[in-house]
Structure formats: structure tokens, C-alpha cells
């Protein structure tokens, strides 16, 4: 069967590749301390599942409306009003299944070929996949070793074009764990004004946050009306198989995309919807807990790798990813994290895999227990050590 030419321009997330490679392992006999994969090691809390219980019992098992159910919409909307302090309303709310859906759609939607599309690099691997799909030209913002992976806004503004159409932002950021500050989203929004550029900014981390407050573009003047808000329920309240995210965009926009939606997924489920009403509403202790729990294990991890020698690893102020440098142990990223894996059993991604300026990093979640963390470095230091 010959596939269509567009087929090879579509990349992956190499996170599902490691851990499909670390489970055989594990079939085979290995024990494998899993910190590849972006997924909360915590449970949904007992309140939500109880509630999506509730909604599949109370009949919430037909299609809704393609860009979500009314009540889920408004009451999507008065969270972003109230945490991005903007005015948004349910008619600028698309629910869809997971919040992917919204930057493939947002791609799919705004950028045509030739346009060039600014995008964090490293970052994550789906928004450059998505920019070559639908023949638009990939414009890495870089994200380096060397500034501890701060935008340099004057590199930025310098690789603006009148093609460039589109900006998309990622804070707090995987893999890097960096937070766009206040200053520099500042002048990005400027710049996007200025030069008429949409913005997609993915704060689906906007709640594992470390230090300092998040902000996002949408609050800066002129912005309101050029940014689409990529946000969801699977990080924040662990609901990763619930699959259900959202975008909070311009009202123009939420017809096109509700299309896009009704021609790929229909709808998203509606008793998922409910159950997020109730994650919204609920009490939020576990989603609290699971933050601060992160935060404990960053510190051990991220001070243990800082201990191992050619290791280092600047402190992420928010998402659960290290992403350390590794070029001082002599290895390349994608000889340690292969070693890694194969002669000690710990699972995590090369940098590669987040964009070519991620050469010489890996990426581990540390989405895992203290103990497994503990027992990482242990390893880690034990292949680092064994080849020095």
C-alpha cells in the first residue's frame, strides 16, 4: 500500500517508542524504572470518577455539540477568566479529547504553506510535526544549555518575517521545565502585535509551578484577540486516558475549529465533560498535593543528578521534566539514554527527540516515587561512573 506523500512529513512522540522498547525489557525480565513517559503517576481523584460514574449512569453516553456541551464551555471559561484574568466567555471555549487536538487543529486551521511558524526547539515534538504536515516552514525559537533555557526575545524578533504567521509558546515548558517570565512575554506579545501574529500558547503545565506566578500572553494588551489558550484536565487532575482538553480562542476561530473537530473526532465524550465540571469544582487537595509532592522530588532529583560529575542540570521552575546537559560525561544524548536503558534499566528520552537543539540533554519525568527516583541515580551515577 503506498501511503500519501504527506505521510513522511509526520513525526511522533518518541516517549510512546521508549517505553513500547522498555516494556519488551521488562517482558524479557529487566527490572526498568520508567521516568520516560509525561503522565502523573497519581491516580484521578475519587470525587471526578465518581462524577463520570454519575454522568454515564445518568444517561451522558449520546454526541454533544462539536465544540463541547454548553454548561462544560461556561464553566471553562470562568476558570481562564479567573487564573489568566481575561474576559472569555463559553463562546470561546472548544472542548476536545485531550488538548493535542487543539494545536493540530490550530495548525491545521491558520497556517497555510510557505508560512512560517515560530515554535520553542527543544519542545514538544508534535508542534514541528504539525508545522511540516501541513506545508508550513519550522522557525526554531531557541531554547539553550547555555541561558538555562530563556528566550532570547531580540533572537526572536530578529527571525520575524512577513511570512511569519504563527507563534506558539509553551509555559511552563517540556522538556525544559523553563517559565516564560513576565518581561519577556511582555515583549513577545508586542511583537506578535505588532507584526500580526497569532499566538497558541500551551499552558497545560500552568499548574505545576515551582516558583514565581505564571502569566499568560493573553493578558497583555491587544492579545485577548490573537492568542488561542491550549489547556486540559490530564496533568493537573491526572486524567491522561480521560482525554479531554480545550482551547480558549477568538470567537472567530471557534467555528473553523469546531469544524476540524466535527470532520476528525465529532465530540468529545460527554460524560468525560461532566466529570470535569466536578474537577473544576471539587475540592482541589489532591491536585495541591501532587504539585507539592513534584516539587519534593525536583529537588532530590535534579540536586542528585547536579552531584553526578559531567552531569548538569538546570532547576526546572515548573512541569515535571529534568533536562539535563550530559556532554560532560562523554557520551552523546543518544548513547547515554540508550546505555541507560539497555545495561541499567532506566527509561528516559535523548534530547534529539524534542528538536536538534536539544542535542546533548535528556529528558526524564520525574513522575515517579522517591524511591525510584533514589534507585535512578544510583544507576545513573553507575553508568556515568563506569565509563570515566
Known amino acids: ?79 481562564v477568566a479567573a487564573t489568566r484574568g481575561i474576559s472569555v466567555s463559553g463562546d470561546n471555549v472548544v472542548v476536545t479529547p485531550g488538548a493535542k487536538p487543539i494545536m493540530f ?16 526547539n527543544p519542545g514538544f515534538p508534535i508542534y514541528e510535526s504539525m508545522i511540516k504536515f501541513v506545508g508550513g516552514v519550522p522557525s526554531p525559537i531557541k531554547l539553550l544549555t547555555s541561558r538555562d533555557f530563556r528566550i532570547d526575545v531580540d533572537e526572536v524578533a530578529g527571525q520575524i518575517t512577513p511570512k511569519t ?26 511583537l506578535a502585535v505588532e507584526h500580526g501574529i497569532t499566538v497558541l500558547s500551551d499552558e497545560i503545565y500552568v499548574r505545576f509551578l515551582y516558583e514565581g506566578e505564571h502569566h499568560s500572553i493573553a493578558s497583555f494588551p491587544g492579545m485577548r484577540d490573537r492568542t488561542i489558550i491550549l489547556d486540559g484536565f490530564s496533568k493537573t487532575y491526572a486524567m491522561t486516558g480521560w482525554r479531554i482538553g480545550y482551547g480558549v480562542m477568538p470567537t472567530e476561530l471557534v467555528e473553523p475549529i469546531s469544524r476540524l473537530a466535527t470532520n476528525s473526532v465529532s465530540c468529545t465524550a460527554s460524560a468525560t ?36 560529575p559531567g552531569i548538569r542540570c538546570p532547576m526546572p521552575a515548573g512541569a515535571f521534566y529534568a533536562f539535563p546537559n550530559v556532554e560532560g560525561t562523554g557520551m552523546t544524548s543518544l548513547g547515554f539514554a540508550d546505555t541507560l536503558l539497555r545495561d541499567y534499566g532506566v527509561a528516559c528520552l535523548a534530547g534529539e527527540s524534542f528538536g536538534e537543539y536539544g542535542s546533548g540533554c535528556v529528558r526524564f519525568s520525574f513522575a515517579n516515587s522517591e524511591e525510584n527516583i533514589r534507585r535512578a541515580l544510583e544507576r545513573i551515577e553507575d553508568m556515568v561512573r563506569a565509563r570515566r
Open 273 to 308: 465533560q461532566m466529570a470535569a465540571i466536578e474537577a473544576l469544582d471539587g475540592p482541589q487537595d489532591a491536585p495541591n498535593d501532587m504539585v507539592a509532592e513534584f516539587r519534593r522530588r525536583r529537588d532530590i532529583f535534579v540536586g542528585g543528578l547536579n552531584d553526578i
Open 1 to 79: 500500500m503506498k501511503l500519501a506523500k504527506r505521510m513522511s512529513l509526520l513525526g511522533t512522540e518518541t516517549a510512546f517508542e521508549v517505553l513500547a522498547k522498555a516494556r519488551r525489557l521488562e517482558a524479557e525480565g529487566m527490572d526498568v524504572i520508567h521516568l520516560e513517559i509525561g503522565e502523573p503517576d497519581f491516580d484521578t481523584p475519587a470525587n471526578i470518577i465518581e462524577a463520570g460514574s454519575k454522568a454515564l449512569m445518568g444517561g451522558y453516553t449520546h454526541y454533544g455539540p462539536s465544540p463541547g456541551l454548553p454548561e462544560v464551555r461556561e464553566r471553562i471559561a470562568e476558570e
Open 105 to 120: 487543529f490550530a495548525i491545521l486551521a491558520l497556517v497555510d504553506q510557505g508560512d512560517e511558524v515560530l515554535y520553542p
Open 165 to 190: 504567521k504563527l507563534m506558539v509558546l509553551n509555559s511552563p515548558n517540556n522538556p525544559c521545565g523553563s517559565v516564560i517570565g513576565r518581561g519577556d512575554l511582555e515583549r513577545l506579545a508586542e
